[in-house]
């Protein structure tokens, strides 16, 4: 936890540092996020891995748009130095819908995670922060890797 934390806060700050408010405040959900899915994994089967619906993805996606263009909104409209703040809303809104699929054991997380991790790769490219930009192609290969070891287990526990 203390890793965890010592995380969060670095984030928060080189975050906030560079405009980008919704991460930053991102890192507060992550730290409750964290402790949320300890809980979890430990109280479902280990092995059950879900799958939802395409209906349920659009409907994520839809209410994803929505907050999206609000919280972007109230960025570009009251936060004179938010960087990007469409994006920036974006990445954090379905970071938090990504993070409870975890939490949750949802394959499709994966695939979330690989579009929101290369929209931050330009983020941070934009704003000059080469190794961060870099440190979310790593997250990318391991969402492709995470992807693929889930579908095997799946399919090995049917």
Not at 25 to 37: E, K, T
Not at 43 to 72: N, V
Not at 75 to 100: C, G, H, K, N, R
Request: net charge negative; hydrophobic share 55%; proline share 1%.
């Amino acid at each position: 936890w203390l890793a965890a934390s010592i995380s969060v806060c670095l984030y928060m700050y080189i975050n906030y540092d560079l405009g980008y408010y919704s991460q930053a405040a991102l890192q507060i959900f992550y730290l409750f996020m964290a402790i949320y899915g300890y809980v979890m994994w430990n109280k479902l089967d280990p092995e059950r891995i879900k799958e939802w619906s395409a209906k349920k993805h659009l409907f994520i996606i839809f209410i994803g748009a929505i907050i999206t263009f609000i919280i972007g909104f109230i960025l570009t409209e009251y936060v004179e130095d938010s960087e990007q703040p469409i994006l920036d809303s974006l990445t954090t809104v379905f970071s938090v819908f990504a993070s409870y699929m975890v939490a949750k054991k949802v394959l499709g997380n994966w695939l979330y995670w690989i579009v929101i991790d290369s929209l931050i790769i330009y983020l941070y490219y934009i704003q000059g922060e080469f190794i961060l930009a870099l440190q979310f192609l790593v997250y990318i290969i391991i969402a492709v890797y995470g992807y693929f070891s889930w579908i095997q287990r799946m399919k090995t526990n049917d």
